[in-house]
């Protein structure tokens, strides 16, 4: 019945609904953010061009946002119709950040932003700048809630399984809400959205310096987006390293995997720089290590090991082992012609086993009667406990390599904000023009690492993933990934055509006249010797 | 804490405010998009009517979100057993809900009259499809859906998209769409004037009157329909297990709640009550009391949907022990007292500022306002 076509398909589906989703959602966490920022300016100073700024910023926001909303909605009911068995499994904990994300934070962003748009001329300068920080505040809140759920699913705390409803659940809801993996991967993820929405606004400020056109309007913006992406930038790396600190304590295949750390090394482990790991024998080929490095970073201690892959899948197959008892008592707790006699001996020994239920059903993928699990099957299983590590191994050395290129970046835009040169280093300008595609990739690349580094569970250690899907036909399935596909992607080249048109046409696009017809001996009094002054805004 | 039975109760209460309150805020501007290519001819007329919801469809919206993410907490085998087995109805809700961020956010930013004509039905679609689907759904559940369990509580959906399609449900269907295009109605006509005023009372008239038709006619259909009876089996306050009860199918058996307490028949007669005044107060120009009546009439068709199958939420016609109630699909005692609390705090919160944003924006859209704001309306 749960072929394994259907549940490949299932995931494919939610990977590409969900990395589209989040094409959308890191400019806007972020982008909200800079446009207070940008308000601010406005309400203090009363300049003019402060307005213009969060208005043209706010419109590139608006197209950015409609397709968040759009791809965000599948998020949403994506669960119940392709992962039914997960939902039943695990709502009565998962379901609650959902509902309370709604309910505290989708209603709040959702309602301001439409006043943030429209709101302009029926508001006072102050109640629209609370109307945009609300919004701001809307957007980040709903990502805490979506990031407690998420977290969850990576470290299933404060909850427990009932063999009567057969399923999870929720005993201390703080706990949940308190998790230090949601925690830490809350504050890196609205990190990386402030670094995306930077990444964003310096670089195409940069290219209207470059083009020499509507220059104040483009400084301020660069300054801002400057200022705003080193900040962030330093959080998204100490936030990252505080993700991976939790990653240790509580995810360990994650760690492993990630790091390459085929064997438990002596504490402190070394850091690998560089190596390919080869899956197949279980070793990193062309290794190269930064002695202590991992131990400090992951332990933030000199005398605690970390586990090694071949550690932890040995510990697994016991666990399995353990599981599969669990299972088989649960079978006989549920079986509706089980005698009375048969269920009470099978809740001891449920009881004895129950933690390692989970493992127990990751044996369901490759035998249904579970006294037929022989020890091949186990070790099969064990095996398959521990993620590919070399696609773990890369797309975490890439994300951490481009966060540290925003970091220098971001570090000589301020550095040269605050000697007020920026306008003459054209390579720095350039650099931030053709950085613009990085941010999604970093972030696409985490959101890797962290949910390909969970498998094969939706809930780690508690319920497979090939148990998660819902009972539909493969072809099913086939038919709404082609739909979903072919929908997103031509919504998205819909939005890339207008956002695209409307980043060229840059601020005149609000009709107010005061840019792009402003003569360009105007603006070219401004510009420093060294800029580069070829074309004329009316080119656009 | 409350007791769980009590709980058990609310959440079902609760949820039929969520879906009032969908009906009422994202119904109205669905109502809005599904007259907007018939009420407005021209292009400025269509950005008065698209410009009366503008500021608040996104907000409006998130009633839907929150009731999918509420029956998520509250009733989890409900999400898990409808979402997957109305599997092609709930793509078909989403993908014509897709047009609906982008058609209001794009449709105005180039000037190009087949492109505004193409985000205009787009706007349609997604305001046409959803109300009708959730109409049908609503259809099948009153014939029970044929589903059953495994022991492990893996549901298994065993009918066909098409057959949702039948007549009785597709009957339920248009009551919902029509009540829903009359409600959006009342609103552009308090939010417009002029020509497009006068069209949209006349489709709001025609929409009304469907609506009272078709929701009587359904009254006397549903009384010919099995109605799904708990006969025996776990207590209603027990821990939730829906595979622990028996249930017997009795002819008529949807009204016997309304014959057991005759005071309930209130409700299909707010229903009714609602629509014709609704009518009465178009038809007067009156769309503010239109807008109200409105709302209390799809309160009272809501509610006696819910009423009839009580406590059934998704009867199962297949297996009907298998049927999920609201005492057997329910969340945890802690999870439904944790998220009454959430429910408590936030509704009035929301309730508030949302008004504060319609009394921002309050006031009839002109013409005149789309010429004057040609770069920043939608």
Redesign the interface.
Known sequence: MLTEELVDLSRLQFAVTAMYHFLFVPLTLGMAFILVIMESCYVLTGRQVYKDMTQFWGKLF??N???G??T???M??Q????W?????YV??????P???????A???E??????F????D??SKQKHLLVTFLMAFGSNLSALWILIANGWMQDPVGSEF?Y????M???D?WAVVFNPTAQAKFVHTVSAGYVTASVFVLAISSWYILKGRDLEFAKRSFRIAAAFGFASACSVIVLGDESGYTVTESQQTKLAAMEGMWETHAAPAPFTLFALPDDQNQKNRYAVEIPWAMGIIGTRSLDKEIPGIKEIEAENRERIASGAKAVLAL?TL???QAGAAAKEAALPVFEAHKADLGFGLLLKQYVDDLNQATPELIARAAADTIPKVAPMFWAFRLMVALGFAFFALFALALYYSLKDNFTEKTWLLRWAVWFIPMPWIACELGWFVAEYGRQPWTIYGVLPTHLSV???TPA?IYG?LA?FVG?YTL?LG??MY?MV??ARKGPS???TGRYGDVPFAAQAATVSPGTPAKNHPSDF | MIDYLTLKFIWWLLVGVLLVGFAIMDGHDMGVGTLLPFVGKTDAERRVAINTV??????N??W???G???I???W??V??????GF??A??AV??A??F???G???RS??ANPTWRSTWDWGLFVGGFVPPLIFGVAFGNLLQGVPFHFD???????TGSFWALLNPFALLCGVVSSAMITAHGGHYLMLRSEGEIFERTRLGALACGIVALVCFVGAGFWVQALPGHVITGGADAAA???P?DKTVALVAGGWLHNFKNMPLLWSVPALGIAGLFMGGLMAWVRRPGLAFIASSLAMTGIIGTAGIAMFPFIMPSSSDPASGLTAWDAV??H??LG??FG??VI??PL?IF??SW?YK??AGKVTLDFIRAN????Y
């Not at chain 1, 959902?98 to 505290?104: C, F, H, P, S, Y």
């Open positions: 608006g197209i946002f409609a397709l909303v759009t965000g909605i599948t949403e009911f669960f119940g119709t392709n039914a068995y997960y939902s039943h709502g009565d904990i998962f379901g609650a959902l509902a309370i994300e709604g309910l505290m989708f209603f709040l959702s309602t301001f932003i439409g006043l748009f429209f709101g302009w029926r508001l009932s009567v409803t057969m399923r659940e929720l005993t809801f079978e549920r079986n509706r819902s009972s539909l099913n709404s739909g929908f919504l819909v939005e207008l048109k409307f696009s609000l009709g | 503008g500021p608040h469809w996104d907000g919206q998130v839907f979100i929150t999918g993410g509420a998520f907490a509250a989890p085998l999400y898990a057993t409808a979402f997957s599997y092609w709930m793509l989403l993908w809900l897709f609906r961020p982008v209001f956010d794009y930013k180039i022991d492990t509580l893996r549901p298994y959906y821990l939730p297990n595979l969340s945890s802690f999870t944790l998220m959430a429910t936030f509704m929301i500022y949302t944003a921002v924006m040609d770069k920043k309306a």
